[in-house]
């Protein structure tokens, strides 16, 4: 028997788109892979415990009383790849996304707040992740924002933080 030279050569040139696409499949999931082991080494400086130490300044618009807000002064910021925790509440699969910006300009297009209390250098990192932004302003300090009150976080050692119940956010 004669072998069908036409449904050989079509049988391989599919095989071969097959083993293509699998390929740049495998190629994209290594790419992501390594992004996002990218990104987490990007972050380890963030990783950790943080105790908010001042409140110093509000936005236009919060989510609590001045009161409330400094009644947060001493908690710990936890700060991992998978989770974010303050106050009892929880931010989980966060972004992490770093941006450098002028300040000023992102604190009122973003927060409607002021940056003249904040002492941010100019320009700043900014790292949102995803229910807060983390201002970076050197290895042991950073400013965040929780429910539009800014605070000042100084990084602190794990047996110094208490815990709390989580609440999801």
């Not at 391989?12 to 992501?32: D, E, Y």
């Not at 892979?33 to 908010?52: K, L, Q, T, V």
């Not at 770093?98 to 100019?122: C, F, I, V």
């Given at each position: 028997m004669k072998p069908n030279l036409k449904y050989d050569s079509k049988?391989?040139?599919?095989?071969?788109?097959?083993?293509?696409?699998?390929?740049?499949?495998?190629?994209?999931?290594?790419?992501?892979?390594?992004?996002?082991?990218?990104?987490?080494?990007?972050?380890?400086?963030?990783?950790?415990?943080?105790?908010?130490?001042?409140?110093?300044?509000?936005?236009?618009?919060?989510g609590k009383s001045d009161a409330a807000a400094r009644q947060l002064?001493?908690?710990?910021?936890?700060?991992?790849?998978?989770?974010?925790?303050?106050?009892?509440?929880?931010?989980?699969?966060?972004?992490?996304?770093?941006?450098?910006?002028?300040?000023?300009?992102?604190?009122?297009?973003?927060?409607?707040?002021?940056?003249?209390?904040?002492?941010?250098?100019?320009?700043?990192?900014?790292?949102?992740?995803?229910?807060?932004?983390?201002?970076?302003?050197?290895?042991?300090?950073?400013?965040?924002?929780?429910?539009?009150?800014?605070?000042?976080?100084?990084?602190?050692?794990?047996?110094?933080?208490?815990?709390?119940?989580?609440?999801?956010?």
């Open positions: 049988l391989r040139r599919n095989s071969g788109i097959k083993l293509g696409w699998l390929a740049l499949l495998g190629l994209t999931a290594s790419l992501l892979s390594a992004s996002r082991a990218s990104a987490a080494e990007e972050n380890d400086s963030i990783f950790g415990h943080w105790r908010a130490v001042a409140v110093l300044d509000v936005a236009d618009v919060a002064i001493g908690l710990c910021l936890d700060i991992e790849p998978e989770v974010l925790r303050f106050a009892g509440e929880e931010c989980t699969t966060p972004a992490y996304q770093r941006t450098t910006r002028e300040p000023a300009r992102y604190l009122r297009e973003q927060w409607h707040a002021r940056s003249g209390k904040l002492n941010l250098p100019n320009p700043v990192t900014v790292i949102d992740a995803g229910c807060t932004d983390l201002f970076i302003t050197d290895q042991s300090r950073m400013i965040f924002n929780w429910d539009g009150f800014f605070y000042e976080a100084r990084r602190v050692e794990p047996v110094q933080c208490r815990a709390l119940p989580p609440i999801r956010r």
